[in-house]
């Protein structure tokens, strides 16, 4: 279980077919870098903000169509790529804050 890895800084699983983050990525609290491009994923967990320290996201060119609430909890965020996916929502003002 990658929620497991506690002490974890940067991970890249791009090009692996994933469709699910699982709600255990907010055990990370480590973690600086998430790369997740170029999968099937359809939805970011709310846990995700639990990443404080997290810097880059990259989720581009997966297929997911909504935000969360949870982007607003990354206050240490520099670069988010969302880049080719489907959202048709609007952006939530907890990103205003990043």
Known sequence: NVGNATNLQS???HKNN???????????????ELYLYENQIIAIPK?????????TLS?????ITAFTE???GLTSLND??????????????????L
């Not at 469709?19 to 480590?30: A, E, M, R, S």
């Not at 988010?80 to 804050?97: A, E, G, M, Q, V």
């Open 11 to 13: 991970l890249s699983l």
């Open 18 to 32: 994933i469709k699910v983050i699982p709600d255990t990525i907010g055990n990370l609290k480590n973690l600086v």
């Open 47 to 55: 846990t995700i903000g639990n990443l404080k320290k997290l810097q």
């Open 59 to 63: 989720l581009g060119y997966n297929q």
């Open 70 to 72: 949870g982007l607003g």
């Open 80 to 97: 988010l790529d969302l880049y080719h996916n489907k959202i048709n929502d609007t952006i939530p003002t907890s990103l205003n804050k």
